[in-house]
């Protein structure tokens, strides 16, 4: 589960089957690969409060994370939200800003 009410947020407005990156938002800031959700949030049976938690299959994990320096040294991503929300676990990206983060991969 997630303890932050912007990530809750996003989380609640994922579904099944949406694309989600693996990404770290503590001091390594990297994004590790790529995972699909499971199923739609549900109430997090750990927490007390109205707190969220979802699951999620990894489908392909980079052999090399993408840093977070990549991300911010791009120009088209600079604007994102995994940038300008970065201690934020749980952004929604855009699809462009998706493609982008592939073709770092690449």
């Known amino acids: ?35 699909k959700v499971k199923n739609s949030a549900y109430p997090d049976n750990t927490a007390e409060g109205d707190w969220l938690a979802i699951d999620f299959v990894p489908t392909n994990s980079f052999p090399v994370p993408i840093s977070f320096q990549q991300i911010n040294d791009n120009s088209i991503l600079v604007a994102s939200s995994i940038i300008k929300q970065k201690r934020i676990s749980v952004v929604e990206i855009l699809k462009d800003e998706y493609n982008e983060i592939i073709k770092i991969k690449c």
Request: charged residues 30%.
């Open 1 to 35: 589960g997630i303890r932050n009410y912007a990530a809750k947020k996003n989380i609640s407005k994922m579904k099944r089957g949406d694309i989600a990156l693996w990404y770290s938002s503590a001091a390594e800031k990297k994004i590790y690969g790529i995972m």
